[in-house]
């Protein structure tokens, strides 16, 4: 079946940290993937996305690649704020609906 | 701005009583959605609408009923709300480009609780 698979949290970083969460997903065909950022409270926000293998998707110094060969979508900020404290969501897009991760918490201290 | 609202964010309603939740969309999109958010999970999707179609989904209880009377409002109903039906839902909507679903697109999301 389709499936995402997100590396556990929570992930706490100093500020100007460089970020990683790792993504990999299970599906049939060629899905498109995204991630969302969800703050406290709020729903959630299409952070970024890519339809085909070797896309890049990025938005406010986020960054991610799609990797059909090693089936991984991981998310990387060159240097992380403290606003970005968020649950990060991994998902694809496949038989018309969307399958989530379990969600990674990211907190970032000053 | 095009958007999402969902009303109201915050809803009580007591074990038993019916209550409504209520999305609404400025962005002309086919598809709505209604996702079940429990505390540190992922969104469970209920059920989605594509146009007029309803799609339930297998396992969506049957407490949980959805109405969509234009291309603008959907409506989710929760017959006799339960203590574990408490959580956050989300509502999305999504165009249709080439007749592919594409991104969804959330709602701010309604907290239920249930006393």
């Known amino acids: 079946g389709n499936s995402v698979t997100q590396m556990e949290g929570p992930v706490t970083l100093s500020e100007e940290a460089f970020l990683t969460i790792n993504c990999t997903y299970t599906?049939?065909?060629?899905?498109?993937l995204f991630w969302y950022v969800q703050y406290p409270g709020e729903g959630l926000q299409l952070l970024l996305k890519?339809?085909?293998?070797?896309d890049k998707g990025s938005n406010k110094g986020f960054e991610a690649t799609y990797r059909k060969e090693t089936t991984s979508f991981h998310l990387e900020k060159g240097s992380v704020q403290v606003s970005d404290s968020a649950v990060y969501f991994c998902a694809l897009l496949t038989a018309n609906k969307l399958v989530f991760g379990a969600g990674t918490i990211l907190r970032v201290k000053s | 701005d095009a958007m999402v609202i969902q009303n109201p964010r915050y809803q009580v309603t007591q074990f038993g009583k019916p209550v409504t939740l209520s999305c609404s969309q400025t962005l002309n999109h086919n598809v709505m959605y209604w996702y079940q958010q429990k505390s540190s999970q992922a969104p469970k999707l209920l059920f989605h609408?594509?146009?007029?179609?309803?799609?339930n989904e297998a396992d969506t209880p049957d407490n949980f009923q959805s109405r969509r009377p234009n291309t603008s409002f959907c409506f989710l109903d929760i017959r006799s709300p339960g203590l574990g039906d408490a959580a956050m839902y989300l509502c999305?909507?999504?165009?249709?480009?080439?007749?592919?679903?594409?991104?969804?697109?959330f709602g701010p999301g309604t907290r239920l609780t249930v006393l």
């Open positions: 890519a339809t085909k293998a070797d």
């Open positions: 609408y594509y146009d007029k179609d309803f799609n």
């Open positions: 599906a049939t065909g060629y899905p498109s």
């Open positions: 999305a909507t999504s165009p249709l480009r080439a007749g592919l679903y594409n991104e969804q697109f």
